[in-house]
């Protein structure tokens, strides 16, 4: 079967710029071995001195060539990022390619390889040698939000993944400095059969360990970590690693899920009994997000709409800044309708910190331009009343339906004939000014910058401003009004995410980095 031919792939550690050394070593073993099909370089690929310079120079002029495929990291320390022209990634030498920042890169085979180059950062906005949370979640999330996703064939990363070394043989470095929490969330939620990592000075095989859980989960491949040390190292650590892979996508499902004898638990899900582990070592990098100097309040029990809790649907993430997120709506009245949430669990905007209103207000004047350029006006509403988080509700009106006067009178006249009084709030009043936290409201924004406000009694119809926008008055769906009747399947779901977050995208600021 031609299919299953396997790829010949060589891994390598921080080549620091000394490309001779390490060409020469890939041409003797091919000379020995045979023609490799590509070589995967992680850590620092580029040298700051005058020597490692001058070397560069032969492969960029085309005076010498790299003899296989190679394919590098980006910079790992300020000193290198002047050798990458951009952040998306391009050929910089004939047979030297660089990857990107993060991404996914899908060789002609089907073999999937996914990599995150630099270190995680420590502050806003990153360097250019770091990666972020938003980083993370952006590689992570056309992945995983496919309910085909079993994992990916490689992951590069130049930094290791903290507690990597949990439940197995122990490296030789030191555990309480080594490694990225947000790499190994990654790794955790990747699953790939093989994880390279360098920038450490040492090698390390790590013991298989597994992806699933015992007797609960059916059986899963199972995942491999190799850190790899620096070209030529002195003490003659290993620096190359080769091996054989079948992608998986054409690979015999019971021949991928086979178990080695010496396999181990998964690492990142170890209960971790060192404090030194900073959190825990499966946080994930939404989480981390979170993860803010200040702790935003947490829920008291499951909450839907909390981005680290397990309850929420992630394939609905359209846009996740840092304080707030952008998701469908579940059941929207249209194809664009959205909410807008924060992160942490509040549940309401009167309770919200102003750098979490700040970012909102950027949310809300983004859907007002992407609206804009469909033809649409943007009507936004909010129920604090049995609603344990926030949810800013975010629906466009087409500009010919109906003028913002008429929305405003549907809303007050339905409102009426409720015995509901709802009020016009004054421009440029806070909403905190009339609604003291703990208070249960409804509160309408329109496009004109007018407000809307109902203070609840004792009962209020919970789906009142959808049965107010589906009505005749506005756009004219009733059988649309009530969420439930409007279940779509979650491939109809993926499918309504993918082409918004693709919409948005230009109106995004989260990616104006």
């Known amino acids: 079967d031609m299919e299953e031919q396997p790829l010949r792939v060589l891994?390598?550690?921080?080549?620091?710029?000394?490309?001779?050394?390490l060409f020469n070593r890939v041409q003797a073993i091919q000379?020995?071995?045979?023609?490799?099909?590509?070589?995967?370089c992680v850590g620092e690929f580029f040298g700051t001195t005058p020597e490692a310079e001058a070397e560069w120079q032969l492969y960029k002029t085309g005076a010498k060539k790299a003899p296989i495929h190679t394919y590098i990291l980006g910079a790992a320390?300020?000193?290198t990022v002047k050798n990458?022209?951009?952040?998306?990634g391009c050929e910089l030498a004939e047979n030297i390619t660089y990857l990107g920042r993060r991404g996914v890169f899908t060789g002609v085979s089907g073999l999937q390889i996914a990599y995150v180059s630099g270190h995680e950062a420590r502050q806003e906005p990153a360097p250019a040698h770091c990666f972020t949370s938003k980083d993370l979640v952006a590689l992570m999330t056309p992945l995983t939000s496919s309910s085909k996703f079993k994992g990916v064939d490689i992951l590069l990363t130049s930094q290791w993944p903290r507690g990597v070394w949990h439940y197995a043989n122990n490296p030789e470095v030191n555990t309480k400095l080594c490694g990225s929490n947000s790499i190994a969330s990654l790794a955790d939620k990747l699953k790939p059969r093989y994880h390279f990592a360098a920038l450490e000075g040492a090698h390390y095989e790590r013991l298989p360990y597994r992806n699933h859980v015992v007797l609960q989960e059916n059986a899963q491949h199972v995942s491999r970590f190799i850190a790899l040390a620096a070209v030529n190292n002195p003490a003659k650590k290993k620096y190359l690693y080769a091996f054989n892979i079948i992608p998986m996508k054409t690979m015999d499902p019971t021949e991928l899920v086979k178990q080695p004898q010496d396999v181990t638990e998964n690492p990142y899900r170890c209960p971790t009994k060192d404090k030194t582990d900073t959190q825990k070592t499966a946080f994930s990098a939404t989480e981390e997000v979170c993860l803010e100097s200040s702790l935003p309040p947490q829920p008291s029990g499951p909450c839907w709409f909390c981005l680290a809790s397990p309850q929420v649907e992630k394939h609905l993430v359209i846009s996740i800044g840092t304080h707030c997120y952008l998701a469908l709506a579940k059941g929207g009245l249209t194809p664009r309708h959205v909410l807008i949430l924060p992160i942490g669990h509040y549940q309401s905007v009167v309770d919200l910190s102003s750098e979490v209103v700040e970012e909102m207000e950027k949310y809300k004047s983004a859907l007002r331009k992407f609206y804009k350029s469909k033809g649409e006006r943007c009507v936004l509403f909010e129920r604090n009343y049995r609603s344990q988080h926030l949810q800013l509700q975010v629906v466009p009106v087409p500009l010919n339906r109906c003028a913002t006067e008429d929305i405003k009178e549907a809303f007050m006249v339905q409102a009426q004939e409720q015995q509901m009084e709802m009020m016009e709030i004054p421009e440029h009043t806070d909403l905190k000014q009339i609604a003291p936290p703990g208070t249960p409201y409804f509160y309408v924004e329109l496009d004109s910058g007018e407000k809307l406000f109902y203070r609840i009694q004792k009962h209020f119809p919970l789906q009142f401003g959808r049965e107010v926008l589906a009505s005749e008055a506005v756009l004219n769906i009733p059988t649309r009004a009530d969420w439930k009747e409007c279940k779509q399947s979650k491939e109809e779901e993926e499918e309504g995410s993918k082409q918004l977050r693709d919409d948005f995208q230009p109106y995004d600021f989260t990616w104006d980095e």
């Open 84 to 88: 990458f022209p951009n952040a998306d």
């Open 77 to 79: 320390s300020q000193e």
């Open 11 to 21: 891994a390598c550690g921080d080549v620091e710029g000394r490309l001779n050394a």
């Open 31 to 40: 000379k020995k071995t045979g023609q490799f099909d590509l070589l995967l």
